[in-house]
């Protein structure tokens, strides 16, 4: 026979949270971070194509599936091509990429892994060519919030579901 406390113990142990769903003031608050985000993106003069882009890039060092899948499908219903989208992870080897999105996608990168302070200088002096004040800052922001989403979406491991056709 087993042990009711003990099997109750060893599914808990097992089951993971979905973040979102345990603390929802927590995940609001950082929606509420997201959309003030994204107007300070706008603002700034990003398209919604780089934001995509930089949300795509970080969610792809970060390995994160579900934010993979969100941001695919909203870049490519801002107008992103999926073939620039199939190269994104070798963005460096391509020329695809106009110099601003280049700029852009390094900072990213230096965001995710800020360890790296050789990278993230250089990325920096790059970017501060072909990037204002404004949209400087607003590429950042857009790479930490996402960063954010990816640590939630992965310690949750919210599921990729298939979607019905329409």
């Excluded at 949300?55 to 993979?68: D, F, H, K, P, T």
């Excluded at 204002?132 to 310690?155: C, Q, Y």
Aim: with cysteine; proline share 2%.
């Amino acid at each position: 026979m087993i042990d009711t406390a003990q099997g109750t113990e060893a599914h808990r142990t097992r089951r993971r949270i979905y973040l979102d769903k345990q603390s929802p003031a927590a995940y609001q608050a950082l929606v509420k971070t997201a959309d003030a985000v994204r107007a300070t993106a706008s603002e700034a003069g990003l398209d919604r194509i780089l934001v995509e882009l930089v949300n795509l890039r970080v969610s792809q060092l970060n390995g994160c599936a579900s934010c993979l899948d969100v941001h695919t499908r909203a870049a490519l219903r801002a107008g992103e091509t999926a073939r620039r989208l199939g190269v994104l992870a070798a963005w460096r080897d391509t020329e695809l990429f106009t110099a601003r999105e280049r700029a852009a996608l390094a900072l990213a990168e230096a965001t995710t892994h800020p360890a790296d302070a050789l990278a993230q200088d250089r990325a920096y002096t790059e970017a501060r060519q072909v990037l204002d004040d404004d949209e400087l800052s607003a590429v950042i922001w857009v790479a930490i919030t996402i960063n954010a989403f990816n640590r939630v979406s992965i310690l949750s491991k919210h599921p990729v579901r298939e979607t019905p056709a329409r």
